[in-house]
Nanobody
Framework: VQVVESGGGLVQPGGSLRLSCVGS????????MAWYREAPGNYYELVAG???????RYADSVKGRFTISRDSAKNTVYLQMNSLKPEDTAVYYC???????????WGQGTQVTVSS
């Protein structure tokens, strides 16, 4: 699976963004997909995940504010981010969970900056 992330930007605290993860190779709906962000210490923190069956899970820090979804017709996974906080500032990545141990599977990500 290969993906391209987009939708990041600069937003004020309390604002919203929607990130997109488009599959450039592979059918995303066949896999458990997740959004991650780079945390201090250079590891990928799971933000939200969605299984092939549509079951979702979230990090405690984003529950109630972020929503992960997928559009199979567009081969795309989304992350709707509301009520953004400065601590949400990070580079956000999308990946299929089965391949996260493969360093070469990670894309460029999309930068989200929350600042006034």
């Amino acid at each position: 699976v290969q993906v391209v992330e987009s939708g990041g930007g600069l937003v004020q605290p309390g604002g919203s963004l929607r990130l997109s993860c488009v599959g450039s190779e592979g059918i995303l709906s066949s896999y458990a997909m997740a959004w991650y962000r780079e945390a201090p210490g250079n590891y990928y923190e799971l933000v939200a995940g969605i299984t092939a069956g549509g079951v979702t899970r979230y990090a405690d820090s984003v529950k109630g504010r972020f929503t992960i979804s997928r559009d199979s017709a567009k081969n795309t996974v989304y992350l709707q981010m509301n009520s953004l906080k400065p601590e949400d500032t990070a580079v956000y990545y999308c990946n299929a969970e089965y391949q996260i141990a493969d360093d070469s599977s990670w894309g460029q990500g999309t930068q989200v900056t929350v600042s006034s």
